[in-house]
């Protein structure tokens, strides 16, 4: 008896890797009706997520201002749920009806203003040769000059205005196709804050039970990151939010080219760290720049101004040093996201490398290596 489950033992041994070779081939060969298979169910179950996706993502940056309310002025739950959704519906309406046709009306105005612009530059920079004595005989560096502005800067400048446009347009169309995934996410949201300690009582029991030893480190974890990402996401959007009303009123003081568009810029650029102020002053400038040197000048001085004192009152105010990340590797974190990631991640970069610093710094002292 022993010996005969000796022999089907070693048949066994000798039969798996057959019948895995066998498997293995009609993958191969059915690959493609495979990946087919497999990439619809998961647009499918994609597409059954996504309000749940879009409900939590709300859930979880509302919960803040919620708990805020509640804490700050003693609301009860339903009545601090009605107020945050009641104010963000009206922001939503006020700038779809006044900002959004504006900024839109900004962008079609700079994409066919753009080749005079590219005009009133090239005669600019002649004047400024003209006034430093440097006469240009040389022909075929005038040609040169004019080349490098007809066949490079015009189009250029043409094509990102235009991609300016098409972007705004996508996110309106985006909107809209995604109106009703929306419409459920807003409905999924207010049930998870008004049930959420439910839920995560019940997370928290699934927790202990998969993870055993490893729930106490898994939590703690878990709550750093929340409260670094939570707190960072909304206190850099009222950051923002503030900045770019800023710009758009001084600008606006300043009689710059379109300052509501160029504010709304900066505000959202604001939102990446260390580069996006910069990012959103180099568009201001350039913009205005087409249309009037001396204007350009100044609204680089005021967004540098601005910038600063956003830098040394607003951000200390309302993000202040929660996150904790010195600039080197803020510069990284930013850096590496902004080539694998999209913007998410490169909001997320900053509060996610805090996390992984405060841990190395615990596993340094921990080895008494700090």
Same mark, same amino acid.
């Given at each position: ?11 066994? $041994? ?26 619809? *169910? ?92 440097? *006469? ?34 996508? /996110? ?15 409905? /999924? ?46 206190? $850099? ?41 910069? /990012? ?14 001396? $204007? ?69 002292? $921990?080895?008494?290596?700090?």
């Amino acid at each position: 008896m022993d010996e005969i489950k000796r022999e089907l033992l070693k048949s066994v $041994k000798y039969v798996i890797p057959i019948i895995l070779i066998f498997l293995g081939v009609l993958i191969l060969e059915n690959s493609s009706s495979i990946y087919n298979f497999v990439s619809t *169910n998961i647009s499918t179950v994609n597409n059954l997520l996504a309000p749940f996706f879009i409900g939590f993502m709300i859930a979880y940056i509302l919960n803040q201002p919620m708990k805020y309310l509640e804490s700050k002025f003693k609301l009860k739950r339903g009545i601090s749920i009605s107020l945050i959704y009641g104010i963000l519906a009206l922001i939503i309406v006020f700038i779809w009806l006044f900002i959004i046709p504006i900024i839109k009306s900004n962008i079609n105005d700079i994409s066919t203003s753009i080749p005079l612009g590219i005009g009133q530059a090239e005669t600019l920079i002649n004047n400024i040769f003209s006034k430093l004595k440097l *006469n240009i005989n040389n022909q075929e560096a005038k040609v040169q000059i004019n080349d490098f502005f007809t066949n490079i800067l015009l189009p250029l400048s043409t094509t990102t205005a235009t991609m300016l446009s098409d972007f705004l347009i996508n /996110i309106m169309s985006s909107i809209v196709s995604y109106i009703f995934n929306i419409f459920l996410g807003i409905v /999924i949201s207010i049930y998870l804050l008004l049930s959420k300690e439910k839920y995560l009582e019940v997370i928290n029991i699934l927790s202990k039970k998969v993870l055993a030893k490893y729930y106490l480190i898994v939590k703690e974890f878990i709550n750093i990151l929340d409260k670094n990402i939570g707190v960072y996401i909304v206190a $850099k959007a009222i950051d923002s939010t503030i900045y770019g009303i800023i710009c758009t009123s001084i600008l606006y003081l300043v009689n710059a080219k379109y300052a509501l568009f160029l504010g709304t810029i900066a505000g959202i650029t604001n939102m990446i760290p260390f580069f996006g102020p910069i /990012i959103g002053t180099i568009v201001a400038v350039i913009i205005n720049l087409f249309f009037s040197f001396d $204007k350009a000048i100044i609204v680089l001085i005021v967004m540098i101004v601005v910038q600063q004192l956003e830098s040394t009152i607003l951000e200390p105010y309302f993000v202040g040093k929660q996150v904790g990340v010195p600039p080197i590797f803020t510069i990284l974190a930013v850096t590496i996201a902004s080539n694998y990631t999209g913007f998410i991640g490169i909001l997320l970069s900053v509060p996610i490398t805090g996390v992984i610093l405060m841990y190395g710094k615990r596993f340094l002292e $921990k080895e008494k290596l700090l």
